[in-house]
């Protein structure tokens, strides 16, 4: 497995979302903005999505279980000082989410979680969150279609969730320009800072 690691710092492993890899411009510039403060961020791809760079075909992602096996796999590769924080956009904050506390890590960066698939909001994808005994920070746009901040309010969330809203934000956490007056370099930018200031608190 191989990773792409930026900074220095406590290290914080990211995992991508369904349908882009880990070195889209989202990922890349939010990877920067991160390493800026002083975080060591480090970004792997699960087998279906390294698969399309040798010409392999654009297949969904496997089942869940599968993914989960993958993420323990990054963590048991990955070299690193001090307290890992795992985390991913989207599907991959998701899987990082299922597996923290068996893995026993200092704590998990969900950056746009799907609480529920988009359209579907009677499905749910909440079940674990309720109990999660590890600290998790969700940043989260509140017009986010896999999940609004009206309906996030109305979930049963463990304790160890810090919610960071991102106004009118999208699922890539994106503003709408012309209501907030905000761009999304604006939003990567807060959003380093709160995921900064967490870790590093969490890192002790």
Known sequence: ME??????????????????SMDTPWMTALTAVLAGHGLRVARFEFAYM??????????????????????????????????????????????????????GVAGVVCLGYPFHPQGQPEKLRTEHLADLATPTLICQGTRDPFGTAQEVAGYDLSDAIDLHWLDDGDHDLKPRKRETGRTLDDHLAETAQVVADWIKHWAG
């Open 50 to 103: 390294a698969g399309r760079r040798t010409g392999g075909s654009k297949r969904p992602p496997p089942r869940v279980d599968l993914l989960r096996e993958e993420y323990r796999a990054a963590i048991a590769g990955l070299s690193h000082d001090g307290p890992l924080f795992i985390g991913g956009k989207s599907m991959g904050g998701r899987v990082a989410s299922l597996i923290a506390d068996e893995v």
């Open 3 to 20: 990773f792409l690691i930026e900074g220095e710092g406590p290290t914080l492993l990211l995992a991508h979302g369904a349908g882009a």
